[in-house]
């Protein structure tokens, strides 16, 4: 008897958790494997409620997506350093959590950890992204500590789909 050849991996959860925030905000989301570091980046932002007006970086291990003046002007990208323009996630998440750190002056940092992963069957045909889970209120950024709007995902799923929308090819 002929064995059915394994379908392959098409999606993830992702678990983003933002650390050292009392009490504990998070949210959970599907993406497609093929999601680059800048759309996470992005979708980071939609998530948490954050306005992309900070930088950002990525951590994988001893990897960053943090570049140097010199890079930037010579159009250059360190070898070792994560390409978010090109750079798929699910590669290296499969090594270990992510960092992410969001405006460096208030430094809220986040942890990301894969979950499940997922086949076409299995997806029952969700569009992707989707946030499937959350806790806790959206912190405000600029020094504010204390909560911004509550976590809504529903909310979080609207502005998902205009995002698919615009990133739609």
Known sequence: MQSKPAEPIVAMKLKIRLIQVKPSVSRTILVPTTLRYR????????????????????Q???IS???????VLLNAQPEGEIDEEND???PEILNGSLTYTYDFGEDWKHKIE??????????MRHDLPLCIRGRGNNM????FEEPGAPYS???INRQFYYWRMRNAK
């Open 114 to 123: 894969l979950g499940k992963v997922y086949t076409s069957a299995e997806l």
């Open 65 to 71: 997506s943090t570049r140097s003046l010199m890079d």
């Open 60 to 62: 994988l291990q001893q």
């Open 140 to 143: 405000l950024e600029d020094g």
């Open 39 to 58: 759309q996470l980046h992005e979708l980071i932002q939609i998530a948490f409620g954050w306005e992309n007006a900070h930088l950002h970086e990525f």
């Open 153 to 155: 995902r529903d909310n």
């Open 88 to 90: 798929m996630v699910y």
